[in-house]
């Protein structure tokens, strides 16, 4: 049983240590020293992620009436970014050093030292440096073929606005979602997958009758906060933080951050805002489309404003393996577990045989056999029993499966949950029956 209960203790070094060490997150191309701001997801941390996509979906998408969803291209018409004025001004204030020819953003430098030799009066005035990574589309590099990888995917909502309208029927108020890769060419990526060049978004445009936003907005606010405390961010450690006047966008009337306790302090995992309707009034005037909504009862034309809640999909990954990691003393020995829940931990079950023993491992391998189609499972007979539990604690796997010499006599296995470590045996005929009681939906 547990001896000591502590509070959660992740740190950077020990997240970045485990997500390496299990197959979470590797550095890109690390066989040739990386690429700064670019993460490989491995075996577990593809499961993770695409859970926390999937439940995304399913409260933003799946569960909603008033909810539907796009995939578009990276790859845009450039005048996209012309006309949502990522072009013009998509950019950071850059100080760099004269020094050791560092760059960084003018907001993280305190005083005139440079954060990385620490030479003092050696850094430049801040100059623009835009964001937009560019590459050319056909055979010949030059001006008239350069296309941006875009930089967030809400853009391809807003251009999408009037055939997804046509062929849904939507009445206002309505979202369009959409889930998908952004890149931008971040000065200084660091935190891990925090900030880096390439990364995932889940996006919402929200389209409301303009004298409706402030309400729509309100509620936004609400419901994207609960999304991440009923998937296991503990309450204490989201917030949310309201745009300053001078952070708020020149079209947005209203902007708060969805902020998360990281080990590195309260920082972004998600941003709601009242954008107007200055993307669709942009777009119109760009493409010379009118983009608006026919209101039939009155007879009407309106453009409707947007509510966005746009997250990230990495750093709520980050989040949830944060909040998640714990470590406690168990009978003398230390345990780590990430207490993910159960509908996003990467492997819902594992099978271990007692040991290695030939009688147990095809009885072993039968059982997994069953529990294949049914959710994304492991079997593992390497080691000590203890070690393998161990294993799976620190993987976040909600239950094990164990079976046993008795196994053989009354085709019965054990359940061990993985937080209380409780265990429980029943006949393999009831096996999935009972992991599904216990997964719920999962
Ligand atoms: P920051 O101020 O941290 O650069 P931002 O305000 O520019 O972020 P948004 O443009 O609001 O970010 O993007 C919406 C969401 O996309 C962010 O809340 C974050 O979760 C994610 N995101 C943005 N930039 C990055 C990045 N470089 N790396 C990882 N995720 C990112």
């Known amino acids: 049983m547990t001896e000591q209960a502590q509070e959660p203790k992740a740190d950077m070094d020990k997240l970045v240590s485990l997500c390496k060490r299990r197959g979470f997150i590797f550095q890109s191309s690390e066989i040739y020293g990386g690429l700064g701001g670019a993460w490989d997801y491995g075996p577990l ?66 005083g005139d030292v440079c954060p990385t030799c620490g030479t003092k009066g050696q850094l430049t005035d801040a100059r623009m440096f835009n964001l937009l990574l560019r590459t050319f589309v056909g055979p010949v590099e030059d001006e008239a073929s350069i296309v941006y990888l875009r930089p967030e995917t809400a853009q391809g909502i807003f251009v999408n606005f009037d055939n997804v309208l046509s062929v849904t029927r939507k009445k206002l108020p309505f979202g369009i979602a959409q889930i998908g890769k952004s890149f931008r060419n971040e000065v200084t990526p660091r935190h891990f997958i925090f900030r880096t060049r390439e990364f995932e978004q889940m996006e919402i445009e929200y389209f409301v009758r303009p004298e409706e936003a402030d309400h729509w907005y309100e509620y936004w606010l609400e419901e994207r906060l609960n999304w991440y405390v009923n998937h296991g961010i503990r309450r204490e450690n989201v917030r949310l933080r309201a745009h300053t006047p001078e952070e708020l966008a020149h079209y947005a009337t209203a902007c708060a951050d969805v902020e998360y306790q990281f080990p590195m302090g309260w920082l972004e995992l998600e941003g709601i805002a009242n954008r107007t309707d200055f993307d669709l009034q942009q777009h119109s005037r760009f493409s010379g489309k009118e983009l608006s909504y026919f209101d039939e009862e009155k007879g009407e034309h309106v453009v409707p404003y947007v509510i966005e809640p746009s997250a990230g999909v990495d750093r709520p990954v980050l989040a949830f393996l944060a909040d998640a990691y714990d470590e406690e003393v168990v009978r003398g020995e230390e345990r780590v577990v990430l207490r993910l829940q159960p509908s996003l931990a990467p492997i819902k079950v594992a099978v271990l045989p007692l040991s290695r023993n030939e009688k147990l491992v095809p009885t072993a391998r039968r059982v997994w056999e069953v529990l294949r189609p049914h959710w994304m499972s492991q079997y593992d007979d390497a080691q000590s029993i203890g070690r393998r539990y161990r294993r799976q604690d620190e993987i976040g796997t909600p239950y094990c499966v164990t079976v046993d010499f008795d196994t053989l006599e009354d085709e019965a296995v054990t359940i061990r949950e993985r937080d209380s470590m409780e265990q429980v045996r029943v006949p393999v005929a009831g096996l999935v029956e009972a992991l599904r009681d216990r997964l719920g939906g999962a």
Not at 49 to 64: D, G, I, L, P, Y
């Open 45 to 110: 941390g593809v499961e993770l992620k695409s859970n926390v996509k999937r439940a995304w979906w399913k409260a933003m998408v799946q569960e909603r009436d008033d909810m539907v969803g796009l995939d578009a291209a990276i790859l845009m018409n450039p005048k996209v970014w012309v006309a949502s004025g990522h072009v013009a001004s998509f950019a950071d204030p850059m100080v760099d050093c004269k020094k050791c020819q560092g760059r960084f953003r003018a907001d993280e430098i305190e």
